[in-house]
């Protein structure tokens, strides 16, 4: 696999502790963007990002339409949105229907991220109460790049890990406190 150029992380239920605890554990210097779609069930993510900037080692900010995509900052997908990359390694958000019965979807996001970046892609599916991200990650993992799942016995909520193991398999498979430092480990020289 090519040293990843981006990262991108899909959760729902439960999805908002384990980002901290991904978040909080990446290095400082990690240059990768990353990119991060959770069903807050909210009109809007300043709180999300409010959140998981206390936690974070790297800046946190929503994602904007036609802003690109940035290294070293968490970007989160806005609150009914779909988040998009474009080849030119910048945003769209769409207000298309729902996905998997949600928007923004984390199917959506991988799908599109996976078109950019190929095989110099990290896809993490964390904990979550439905199957969003699974068919995403298995079109991520098609185009090369490389999948993370929390452990499903680990999980708060183990519906969405399980569905992405069982849809599009993982090249890791681990326990939330092993993310940060497997990525930090695939992303950093």
């Not at 009109?43 to 900037?53: G, M, N, P």
């Not at 974070?56 to 997908?77: C, D, K, M, T, Y």
């Not at 183990?158 to 090249?171: E, F, T, V």
Request: net charge negative; glycine share 10%; with cysteine.
């Amino acid at each position: 696999m090519t040293r990843p150029a981006a990262i991108v992380l899909g959760c729902s239920a439960g999805g908002p502790e384990a980002l901290k605890t991904v978040l909080g554990g990446l290095d400082p210097r990690l240059p990768q963007v990353v990119l991060v779609c959770c069903h807050t069930g909210s009109e809007t993510v300043e709180l999300l990002c409010e959140l998981l900037a206390r936690a974070s080692s790297l800046p946190v900010i929503e994602a904007a339409e036609r802003e690109p995509a940035r290294g070293g900052v968490v970007q989160v997908a806005p609150a009914g949105y779909h988040l998009l990359v474009e080849r030119d390694l910048h945003f769209t958000l769409s207000t298309d229907p729902r996905v998997n019965l949600v928007r923004p979807s984390i199917d959506v996001l991988f799908a599109s991220a996976a078109a950019a970046w190929r095989d110099a892609l990290v896809g993490v599916v964390l904990s979550g109460a439905n199957a969003d991200g699974a068919g995403g990650l298995r079109e991520l993992r098609r185009l090369g790049g490389c999948a993370i799942v929390q452990s499903p016995d680990g999980a708060l909520a183990s519906a969405m890990p399980q569905a992405a193991i069982d849809r599009a398999g993982a090249d890791h498979c681990v326990s939330l406190d092993a993310i940060a430092p497997l990525l930090n480990r695939l992303c950093l020289p």
